[in-house]
């Protein structure tokens, strides 16, 4: 199994920033492709972003990018999201998950990652 804990969360005023954090443990961190994802109670999961194993390829959902960056330090097994100008819906609780890296794409889709964090909260003030 993978272990993935959230942390960084909390309220924010809007325009301002916040760097979320997820600590992988378990397996090989590089052997993984790393996505985050959002939700906000009664609306669907949302896909924010996702990297490759190697750190080398981004995917970033149209609402965040220019906004958020995802990068991920092997060396420390960690993935970030770091959130810039945030807007007020950008509201969610927000996830991480790893996905192991055999397919040759990055997927988007929530079903394709096989382990999940707790989740963190982040709100954003108007």
């Known amino acids: 199994q993978v272990q993935l804990v959230e942390s960084g969360g909390g309220l924010v005023q809007a325009g301002g920033s916040l760097r979320l954090s997820c600590a992988a443990s378990g397996r090989i961190f590089s052997d993984y492709n790393m996505g985050w994802f959002r939700r906000v109670p009664g609306k669907e999961r949302e896909f924010v972003a996702c990297?490759?194993?190697?750190?080398?390829?981004?995917d970033y959902a149209d609402s965040v990018k220019g906004r958020f960056t995802i990068s991920r330090d092997n060396a420390k097994n960690t993935v970030y999201l770091q959130m810039n100008s945030l807007k007020s819906e950008d509201t969610a609780v927000y996830y991480c998950?790893?996905?192991?890296?055999?397919?040759?794409?990055?997927?988007?889709?929530?079903?394709?990652?096989?382990?999940w964090g707790q989740g963190t909260q982040v709100t954003v003030s108007s």
């Open positions: 998950a790893a996905d192991l890296a055999i397919r040759g794409y990055l997927p988007r889709a929530g079903h394709e990652y096989a382990y």
């Open positions: 990297i490759s194993w190697s750190g080398g390829t981004t």
